[in-house]
């Protein structure tokens, strides 16, 4: 089964650190169906890295989330984002690995029962504010957990 990836620089990111984004992750968002769908597998499984590549969105295949996948960033904010899927969703609403300085305002998130909504792997400086389902909290330093 493949699915569809939606590039924020498709619809006017920069990615830069200095320019806002939002609008272009909101533009993205717009235009996304995310259906969900997945095998529990397929939910655990593990992305390759592809340091040494360009890493084009096909070669990642399904993806450990069924909304954010963000990886290898320093300083990102998401505001007024909502994720919500069609069908039972067996991944996390995000899923954020090796990224530091992000915030999370205003976000809301579908959620199963007894599946996460937020999955982080080596994340630093992580604040969730005013995000339903979410307590406010600044977290520092995580290696790996899932809530």
């Known amino acids: 089964m493949k699915l569809p990836v939606y590039n924020i620089i498709d619809f006017g990111a920069r990615g830069d650190g200095k320019t806002l984004d939002t609008p272009s992750i909101n533009k993205a968002i717009e235009e996304a169906a995310a259906r969900g769908g997945v095998t529990a597998k397929q939910a655990l499984r593990e992305v390759s890295r592809f340091e040494k590549e360009n890493p084009e969105p096909y070669r990642f295949g399904i993806l450990p ?46 959620k199963e029962e007894s599946i996460p909504s937020i999955a982080l792997r080596n994340v630093s400086n992580l604040i969730l504010f005013c995000s339903p389902g979410f307590d406010d909290r600044k977290i520092e330093t995580i290696e790996n957990d899932k809530f």
């Open 65 to 110: 989330s069924c909304g954010f996948f963000i990886r290898h960033v320093d300083g990102i904010q998401l505001e007024n984002v909502e994720v919500r899927f069609m069908e039972k969703e067996l991944r996390p609403a995000f899923y954020l690995d090796d990224v530091k300085n992000a915030e999370f305002l205003f976000v809301k998130a579908q």
